[in-house]
C-alpha cells in the first residue's frame, strides 16, 4: 500500500515552486555524480528520443495552446511582443535572461521595470557608469552580470553600430557573457529563429518526457538535450515554444512535487507511464483490481548510458521525480569577516555611516561595504576584536582600542560557493576620519544613501543588525531588551542615543 500511495503522490504532486535559471558557465565543467569523469554516451537508444513526427507535432501543439492559456504576464514577455524595433526588441530580452539566471521571477520584475524604465536603450546603457548599474543591481545578486551585460552593450554600440547581432550562432560569437542559451533565446524570442533552449527547467522537463537517468550536468547529456531541444521547437513560433518549456519547468514540472495532472504534454511524458504502470501493478497486486496496465519500453538491461546507473536505479517512492539526476553539488567554502560599522553624526544632525569600495574585480566587485577583513578560521573573539581594531587603526590612522568596539553579533550571508558570517561590530565617532587617499575609495552616508548605493543584500543585513541592536539598547524596538552590562548613554552606547566624544569611543574599557 505505501508503494501505491508514494507513487500516486509522486504523480500527483503536492506543492508548486519555482526554479530559476542557471548562469551558463555554472554548467561548464560540473562534476559528474559520483566523481570522476564520466564517459560520453553515444547515441541514445529510441526511448529517450523524439523519432515521431506526429507525436512531435502533437506535443508542440499541446505545449503552445496551454502556453496561450496560461502563460504568466511578465514585463519581457510584453515588451517581446509589442516593440517593433528589432535591436531594442532582443535588448529587452537579453535584460531579462541575465537577470532571471540564478533570479527568481518575482524578484525579477521590480528591477527589471526599473532598468527598462532608466536605460530603454542599448545606446542608453552604453553610456550609464558602471557605479550606476552596480546600485541598480544592488540586491540581485551575481554582480557581474550587470558589469558584463554593460560592456556587452558597450560593445554593441561601439563596435557593431548599435545593431545586435541577429542569428544565435553570431550572438554567442560577438557578445562576451552571452552563452548558448541567452544566444538562443534572444534569437528564437526576438527574431523568430527557430532554434532551441537548455536550461534548467528544459533539462528537468526533457529528462522527465524521456527518462532521461543519465547525470544531467554531464556535458554529452546535455549536448544531446540541445538535439533534442532544437528537434522539438515549433518552428513558426520558436520564441513561444522556447518560453512554453522553460513556464512548464517553473510552474507544472517543477523539482519536488510537479503537477502531472494539470501537465499538457503528460500523454507524452514516459517517466509519468513509468509511475502509471507500477500504480496498475501496485494495485493488481495489493487490491486485486484489474487496471490495464500501460505498455512502457525498456531499454536492454544493463549497459544504457540515459537510464538510471545500476548504482542508483528507479526508486518508486520518488516517482517522476527520479529524473533528471544531478551532480552532487559541491560544499560551500566557509569564511569569516570581521565588518565595523563606523557611525556619526553628519552635518544635519542624520546619522551617518561609512563605507569603502571593494576593488574592481573578484567577488562583489566594485560594490561598496562596511570597513571589513577577512578572519583566518577559529579565530577566537578576543583575537578578531584586535584584528579589526588593527585593520581600523592602520586604515584611519586613529588609536582605535579593541575594547571600544561594541559588538552587534554574527550575520550569514550565503553566496553561491561561500557560507559567509560576518562578525559585527560598530564604532560610534564623533570627528571626521581623513583616510589616505591611497586607499580604497570610501564616503559616508546617511541610511538612505547607503540603501540607494552598490551595496550588497549581504551589507544591508549587517546595518539592519546593528540597528536593531541600536534600538534595543535605546528601549527602542521590538524586545526593547538590554544586554547586561550595557549601559544606555556608555562607552558602548549608540549614537542614535547620546551622542559621546571620539575619546571615550575609541578607549578601552577600564577592568572591572
Ligand atoms: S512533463 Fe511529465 S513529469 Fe513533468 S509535469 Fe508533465 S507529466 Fe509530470
Ligand atoms: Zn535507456
Request: proline share 7%; hydrophobic share 40%.
Amino acid at each position: 500500500m505505501s508503494q501505491l500511495r508514494a507513487a500516486a503522490a509522486a504523480a500527483r504532486g503536492l506543492r508548486r515552486s519555482r526554479a530559476v535559471r542557471s548562469p551558463e558557465k555554472s554548467r561548464k565543467g560540473a562534476a559528474p555524480r559520483g566523481g570522476g569523469p564520466a564517459p560520453a554516451p553515444a547515441q541514445p537508444p529510441a526511448r529517450h528520443l523524439f523519432s515521431d513526427a506526429a507525436e512531435i507535432e502533437a506535443l508542440r501543439r499541446n505545449l503552445l495552446a496551454w502556453y496561450d492559456k496560461c502563460k504568466r504576464d511578465l514585463p519581457w514577455r510584453t515588451l517581446a511582443a509589442s516593440e517593433p524595433d528589432v535591436d531594442r526588441r532582443a535588448y529587452a530580452v537579453w535584460v531579462s535572461e541575465i537577470m532571471l539566471q540564478q533570479t527568481q521571477v518575482a524578484t525579477v520584475i521590480d528591477y527589471y521595470n526599473r532598468w527598462m524604465q532608466k536605460w530603454p536603450t542599448l545606446q542608453a546603457l552604453a553610456e550609464a557608469s558602471l557605479e550606476e548599474v552596480n546600485e541598480l543591481w544592488a540586491g540581485l545578486g551575481y554582480y557581474s552580470r550587470g558589469k558584463r551585460l554593460q560592456e556587452a552593450a558597450r560593445k554593441v554600440v561601439s563596435e557593431l553600430a548599435g545593431r545586435m547581432p541577429r542569428t544565435a550562432e553570431d550572438l554567442q560569437k560577438l557578445l562576451p557573457g552571452v552563452g548558448r542559451y541567452t544566444a538562443g533565446a534572444i534569437a528564437s524570442i526576438s527574431y523568430g529563429q527557430a532554434t532551441g533552449v537548455v536550461d534548467g527547467n528544459v533539462i528537468r522537463v526533457l529528462c522527465r518526457l524521456r527518462c532521461i537517468g543519465a547525470d544531467s550536468s554531464n556535458p554529452a547529456v546535455i549536448d544531446r538535450l540541445w538535439d533534442m531541444a532544437n528537434a522539438l521547437v515549433d518552428r513558426s513560433r520558436p520564441g513561444d515554444f522556447n518560453q512554453a518549456l522553460m513556464e512548464l519547468g517553473a510552474t507544472v514540472c517543477v523539482p519536488k512535487a510537479p503537477l502531472c495532472e494539470q501537465c499538457p504534454v503528460k500523454q507524452h511524458c514516459r517517466a509519468r507511464r513509468r509511475v502509471e504502470k507500477e500504480l496498475a501493478l501496485a494495485s493488481q497486486r495489493l487490491l486485486g483490481t484489474c487496471l490495464p496496465v500501460p505498455d512502457v519500453e525498456d531499454c536492454s538491461v544493463g549497459g544504457c548510458p540515459f537510464c538510471p546507473p545500476a548504482t542508483e536505479p528507479w526508486d518508486s517512492s520518488l516517482g517522476v521525480t527520479n529524473f533528471p539526476r544531478k551532480a552532487a553539488k559541491k560544499q560551500p567554502r566557509v569564511a569569516w569577516t570581521a565588518t565595523c560599522v563606523l557611525e556619526r553624526r553628519g552635518r544635519c544632525g542624520a546619522l551617518e555611516y561609512l563605507i569603502v569600495q571593494r576593488p574592481s574585480s573578484g567577488l562583489l566587485a566594485g560594490l561598496w561595504e562596511f570597513p571589513s577583513l577577512p578572519l583566518a578560521l577559529g579565530l577566537q573573539e578576543e583575537k578578531q576584536r584586535e584584528a579589526l581594531a588593527d585593520h581600523l587603526r592602520a586604515w584611519t590612522g586613529w588609536p582605535v582600542a579593541a575594547g571600544g568596539l561594541r559588538y552587534v553579533g554574527e550575520v550569514i550571508h550565503i553566496f553561491s560557493h561561500i557560507h559567509q558570517t560576518y562578525v559585527v561590530y560598530s564604532l560610534p565617532m564623533d570627528g571626521d576620519v581623513t583616510l589616505d587617499p591611497a586607499l580604497s575609495p570610501s564616503r559616508w552616508v546617511t541610511e538612505e544613501e547607503f540603501h540607494a548605493s552598490a551595496v550588497s543584500t549581504a551589507m544591508k543585513k549587517v546595518l539592519k543588525a546593528c540597528k536593531k541592536q541600536c534600538g534595543e539598547q535605546n528601549g527602542f524596538g521590538k524586545g526593547s531588551k538590554r544586554k547586561r552590562g550595557a549601559k544606555p548613554g556608555g562607552a558602548s552606547s549608540c549614537p542614535t542615543g547620546t551622542q559621546l566624544s571620539l575619546h571615550a569611543f575609541l578607549r578601552a574599557p577600564s577592568p572591572q
